[in-house]
């Protein structure tokens, strides 16, 4: 063909059918076409270099190739860790997956939620911790339920709560478990990177932690919590904060492995070697983390397989009944970061 756009009339035409036929078989109509008719039109179709328009297959379709996956933050290892596993589903099923990152704003959740809705997206798995901020939380529930009606799924890897199904790492018992941990290498005090005051998984983890200590019958100092971003910039400024306080802690723990990166950094500039001055504990066991020196003690999570089990219930499409939760356990990782503290005779 001369022309530069084949439109789907020459198509017909060259076939010999209606255009509504050729429509039918090109588009993906759930109309049937007989087998003959089906292979006159895709071979003419490919004759004539016509390529299908998007749109018009979602429309006949009432529902496109599409799978959003949203994260907070492409550049946390955490997420990425996470998206390979989603993606690992999707491809496998033909689907195209579709990025967005939302810095950690449950209002840009909403938006990004509502212009896949528009594009007719079959699918959204959800990655990264609830805020603490209702109205905006309210405000994603209510997305959630319009982009459901209209015959998409959603899932969730996050806290529970939401109505979709939900893959939640158990953050509060991995913590606490970590403490228990810490506390029988000889660790009496401690001090904590606490992460955003307002992000749930952040909380979890400081709570978890923190009734261990409680119930060990050890206290743990105000000015030893610091807060701060959920990021290894995050990590090392809260360490330095820590720092200029005085501390008499013998571990720190960092919610989260790349805080735990920032503050071995702020650490090395200081001068204060880990772990032989300061025990240096973290959580999520990141695998680009995983070549640290010294190594990191964590607690992992297997996100790879957290991201294919989301993926798994945002793609079944005939599921019927409430959203789903599946809990996921962390496990601890004593590795050299962390040792007995220097006064310990235990």
Excluded: W
């Excluded at 756009?5 to 109309?31: C, D, F, K, M, P």
């Excluded at 297959?57 to 949203?70: C, D, F, I, Y």
């Excluded at 805080?259 to 032989?276: F, H, Q, S, W, Y």
């Excluded at 990141?286 to 190594?295: E, F, K, Q």
Aim: a negative charge.
């Amino acid at each position: 063909m001369g022309s530069s756009y084949v439109t789907l009339e020459q198509v017909a035409q060259h076939a010999g059918v209606s255009l509504a036929t050729a429509s039918r078989v090109i588009n993906g109509s759930t109309r049937q076409v007989s087998q003959r008719l089906r292979d006159k039109v895709n071979a003419s179709a490919e004759e004539l270099g016509y390529l299908a328009n998007a749109s018009a297959q979602t429309l006949a379709r009432n529902s496109s190739s599409l799978v959003g996956l949203l994260v907070h933050d492409i550049a946390d290892p955490y997420f990425s860790s996470i998206a390979r596993g989603v993606t690992r589903q999707t491809e496998e099923q033909g689907l195209v997956t579709v990025l967005g990152t939302t810095h950690r704003s449950a209002q840009k959740e909403s938006t990004i939620l509502a212009a896949l809705r528009a594009h007719r997206a079959r699918a959204v798995v959800l990655v990264g911790s609830r805020s603490t901020d209702e109205d905006n939380n309210a405000r994603l529930v209510r997305e959630i339920e319009a982009f459901q009606e209209q015959g998409g799924r959603v899932a969730c890897v996050s806290q529970p709560g939401l109505p979709a199904d939900t893959v939640s790492p158990d953050n509060q018992t991995g913590a606490s478990e970590l403490a228990r941990h810490l506390i029988a290498q000889g660790h009496r005090r401690f001090a904590i990177l606490a992460g955003p005051t307002n992000l749930s998984t952040a909380r979890e983890r400081l709570d978890g932690f923190h009734s261990a200590l409680s119930t060990a019958g050890l206290e743990l100092e105000h000015h030893n919590i610091v807060h701060g971003d959920f990021t290894r910039d995050g990590g090392y400024e809260s360490t330095q904060r820590l720092m200029r306080l005085g501390t008499d802690a013998t571990c720190l723990f960092a919610v989260n492995d790349v805080m735990a990166t920032g503050a071995m950094a702020a650490l090395r500039e200081a001068g204060i070697r880990v772990p032989e001055e300061l025990s240096v504990a973290g959580f999520d066991d990141i695998p680009t983390l995983r070549d640290l020196t010294p190594a990191l003690t964590t607690v992992r999570l297997p996100l790879e397989r957290m991201g294919e089990r989301a993926a798994l219930m945002a793609l079944e499409a005939d599921h019927e009944g409430g959203p789903r939760t599946v809990n996921v356990q962390g496990e601890v990782l004593m590795r050299e970061s962390t040792r007995p503290p220097a006064d310990h005779t235990g």
